[in-house]
């Protein structure tokens, strides 16, 4: 795409390795990267990728991806914008870019109540948006007022909560094209920083006594199955971690990957994983618990290029 190098120069990378971009670092390469740093950069690269009949793929912190072993076709866009700014009336815009992690400093050192418990969730505010991410029982969309997109055709939304379609582990973003450049994030101020930095350090503790953290994942890969829509049998936990240790494959391992003895929904990479070890493992883990449960998992993580 000759007229993205023209605008952006030698910033768009041809052959560009997508591992060290995700948490799992696993994956190969992408045809094309470009890392954009403001909304008005993010509007132009959309629109030169649509103009060439291109239809880019959106990265945020890649917490929540498989990158397939060929890698990434086309063109890769990584939304690194860094934004902040407080509204009043506790209403704060964040960019897509942001980290959740670096919210949480931002607004804890504030004293603004509301993302403290999210403290130790990789990723940025795009995917969480994008994908509704959850913390045991709360989803980040619940905590948004409303949500900035970037159409496929280039224009501007603002688009209230309700009309986000936010459901587990899902949004109107997802298959639709649309980018997420901002959210008016909820956070009640005058609180606390101290007690509200203890309340951090308690769910950092939560996740490091639950989570396989000193290894490379991509965090939980299947959704938690719904004991109705799914038919989970009663006695049966609607946990798909509880369903993998059930059916015994907690540990199991393919190539450089392995289903994490802590954890058994997270697959961890030991080291030279790669995405077919992963898939492989996907694979025994649903076959196994159909089978025994008559459960079929589904995957949260988003798979690219494979
Ligand atoms: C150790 C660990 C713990 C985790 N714990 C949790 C947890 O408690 N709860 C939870 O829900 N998740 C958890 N995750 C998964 C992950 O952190 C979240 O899903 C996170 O919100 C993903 O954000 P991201 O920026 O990394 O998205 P990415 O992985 O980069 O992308 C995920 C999806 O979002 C899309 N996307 C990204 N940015 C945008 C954007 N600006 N506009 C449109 N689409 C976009 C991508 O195209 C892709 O489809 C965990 C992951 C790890 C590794």
Redesign the pocket.
Known sequence: MRSLVAEFGERVRAGDPLAPL???QIGGLAALRLDVASDAELARALAVAHAHGVSP?????????LVGDDGVAGLVLR?RTHRIDDEGEGRVRVS??V??NGLVRWLVGRGYRGLEA?A?????????????????GAL?GDLVSSVR?LTPRGQFVDVARDDMAFGY?ASR??GSG????SAVVIAEPGDDPARLRDIVRTSLSF?KAT?P?HLP????IFRNPDRERDGVPAGVPCSAGALIDRVGLKGAASGGARISPVHAN?FVNEGGARAADVLALIDRARTAVHERFGVELRE?I?R?GC
């Not at 130790?120 to 045991?136: K, L, S, Y």
């Not at 649309?178 to 450049?181: A, G, L, R, T």
């Not at 994942?217 to 939980?220: E, K, Y």
């Open positions: 995700t948490t799992f793929t959106i990265l945020g912190g890649g917490s929540n991806v939304v897509a870019g980290t959740i999210w130790g969730t990789p990723g940025t505010m795009g995917g969480a948006i994008c994908g509704n991410a959850h913390f045991r980040i997109l582990d973003v997802q649309d980018v997420v450049v996740r989570q953290l994942s991509a965090g939980c997270f949260e988003v690219l």
